[in-house]
Structure formats: C-alpha cells, structure tokens
C-alpha cells in the first residue's frame, strides 16, 4: 500500500536502538523471559532464547517442560531454565501461571508461544498470562505461533497494555484472529494486519515474502527483503526471539518489531549467498550482531 513505509537500512539508522553505556552491567541491558516448548518441540525455545542473546539481552530466562528443562540447561549454559509442569499431552501445564507472572513483572520483555502444542493448555496459560500483566506498565509482550489462539478472550487486558504487546502470526494464523480466510488475508495483507492491530492494540508483524508491521494508531511498515531460504522449520522462533531480544534492551516495542523483521531478513540473504536454501534457523543467530553493529555504526 501506498502510506506503508518500507524499512530500508537508512530507516533502521533514523531510529537508532538504545545502546548501554560502557558501564552497564547484564541488568542493564534488560531481561528476557521466553515462555515454551514441548515435549515434542523442546528446541524451538532454544532457538528463541538464543536468538534474544544475540540481539542484545543481558540476562535470558526459559520456561519449558520439567522433563526437557535439564536438557535445555545443558544445551544454552547462558540461560536460567525453569522445569513446569507438564500436561498429559506433553505440554506446559497452566497452573504454573502463578510463578511465570511472579518472574515476568520483573523482566523488561516476556515472549511465550514458540514450540507450544497443547492447544487448550497453550490458551489458558496465554489468557492468564495477559490478565496478569495487565495495565500499561510491566514488559513488553510478543506473542508468537500457538499462543496467538487465545487472545480474543484476553481482548479487554491486551487494549489495558497499551500497545506493550506485539504479536507474530503467519497468514494462516492472521486467518484464525480476524475470523477470515487465509485467502482473504493473502489478498491483502496489510488491510488484515491493520484491522488485528486496531481491534487488540497490539504490534501486529504479518509474516510472509512481504512482512507487514502495523501498530494501533494506523502506521504501517513493510520488509520485502528476505528469500524463500526463511521458510523453514524455527525460523519464526528466531525472529520472536531476536524481536524480544530488541525489547528487552530498551527498544519501543514497534522499533523492536521493524528492527527484528530487518535483522532476521538480512541474516537470511547474508546466509542464502551460499545457496538459496538448505541453511538452518539456527545457523541466522550468529549472523545478526554483525548486522546490528554495521546499521549502528
């Protein structure tokens, strides 16, 4: 659409992200609490916990399954992991509700969603989630793959936050939160992301060949950058991540989404160079301090 503006490398240097003074410590830099995983999909909140590390974070915390938390320990020795309890279904349990509140109020950015699959377990703990973070203070909220089913019974406490909320469907799941086709929301793409933004006043960043990022007041932002490469399995995880990693450090939570779209589009060009597919979600992670510090130079 014409009054989208494109986020261009000029654009990313008009609005600079916060930097810490040479002083800071870890807690400076802001905490991250990444909320997923299954028994199923355990690796799906390493990649999203990684990918905030490499964004800049100072200190990540991830929830996961008890059963697989030890395993996610070893695996991202950087992080604190805390083992919840586990539904029959091999998912996160919602009675831990309770203590991931207690730990989120105290971090500056909360990401729940990636690699979640018990469905009604995924939307009790996402809705109870919202209602304690409540009101317009507290951390930024991105909310990413199966989490996004529960949000239109959380509508109320998500317009209480104050835009603090930025969410990351693909079409598909665009489709299930404006009550349309995936079709429709194909057809045009920013029309659905700006309707979803308007009614949750939320961050909304529409995944796709062309990624849409609209806020609540109207604005709307697009990245057509990237390669078919970034259509595999974890890249969404990496792309929550990074974008809560932005948040946590101090990023406005639309500068973290534009930002985060950008990083993880040119991670994937910068890798595609070897080949236009075949390269890893993970293999991204490593790629985006280098393109952080060459658009804050």
């Known amino acids: 659409m014409s009054d989208s503006i494109p986020v261009t490398r000029d654009l990313l240097r008009s609005m600079p992200l916060p930097h810490p003074g040479d002083g800071a410590d870890k807690d400076g830099r802001g905490r991250v609490l990444v909320?997923?995983?299954?028994?199923?999909?355990?690796?799906?909140?390493?990649?999203?916990?990684?990918?905030?590390?490499?964004?800049?974070?100072?200190?990540?915390?991830?929830?996961?399954?008890?059963?697989?938390?030890?395993?996610?320990?070893?695996?991202?020795?950087?992080?604190?992991?805390?083992g919840l309890g586990e539904t029959a279904e091999g998912g996160i349990a919602p009675d831990c509700v309770e203590m991931l509140c207690g730990r989120a109020v105290r971090c500056t950015a909360v990401l729940i969603g990636p690699g979640m699959m018990d469905k009604r377990a995924v939307a009790d703990l996402t809705g109870a989630l919202i209602a304690e973070l409540d009101g317009e203070g507290g951390p930024v909220l991105v909310i990413d793959a199966e989490a996004l089913m529960?949000?239109?019974?959380?509508?109320?406490?998500?317009?209480?936050?104050?835009?603090?909320?930025?969410?990351?469907?693909?079409?598909?799941?665009?489709?299930g939160l404006s009550g349309i086709s995936r079709e429709e929301v194909e057809a045009d793409p920013p029309a659905a992301a700006r309707r979803v933004a308007d009614r949750h006043k939320v961050i909304?960043?529409?995944?796709?060949?062309?990624?849409?990022?609209?806020?609540?007041?109207?604005?709307?932002?697009?990245?057509?950058?990237?390669?078919?490469?970034?259509?595999?399995?974890?890249?969404?995880?990496?792309?929550?991540?990074?974008?809560?990693?932005?948040?946590?450090?101090?990023?406005?939570?639309?500068?973290?989404?534009?930002?985060?779209?950008?990083?993880?589009?040119?991670?994937?060009?910068?890798?595609?160079?070897?080949?236009?597919?075949?390269?890893?979600?993970?293999?991204?992670?490593?790629?985006?301090?280098?393109?952080?510090?060459?658009?804050?130079?």
């Not at 909320?165 to 799941?173: K, L, N, R, Y």
């Not at 609209?214 to 990245?223: E, I, K, L």
């Not at 057509?224 to 969404?236: H, K, M, Q, R």
């Not at 994937?268 to 804050?296: D, K, T, W, Y």
């Open 204 to 297: 909304v960043v529409l995944k796709g060949a062309c990624t849409h990022i609209a806020t609540p007041g109207g604005r709307m932002w697009s990245y057509d950058g990237g390669n078919v490469g970034l259509a595999t399995s974890g890249s969404g995880d990496t792309l929550a991540g990074v974008i809560a990693g932005l948040a946590a450090r101090g990023a406005d939570p639309a500068q973290a989404a534009i930002w985060g779209v950008h990083l993880h589009g040119e991670a994937g060009n910068r890798l595609a160079r070897r080949g236009p597919l075949g390269f890893l979600a993970r293999e991204l992670l490593a790629q985006v301090p280098e393109i952080m510090a060459e658009l804050s130079a």
């Open 35 to 82: 909320i997923g995983g299954s028994v199923e999909v355990p690796g799906a909140v390493l990649l999203a916990g990684t990918a905030a590390l490499r964004a800049g974070a100072g200190k990540l915390q991830m929830a996961t399954c008890r059963s697989v938390a030890p395993h996610l320990g070893l695996a991202v020795p950087e992080a604190l992991v805390l």
């Open 150 to 175: 529960g949000l239109e019974d959380a509508n109320a406490a998500l317009c209480r936050r104050g835009g603090r909320t930025i969410i990351t469907p693909h079409a598909g799941e665009m489709a």
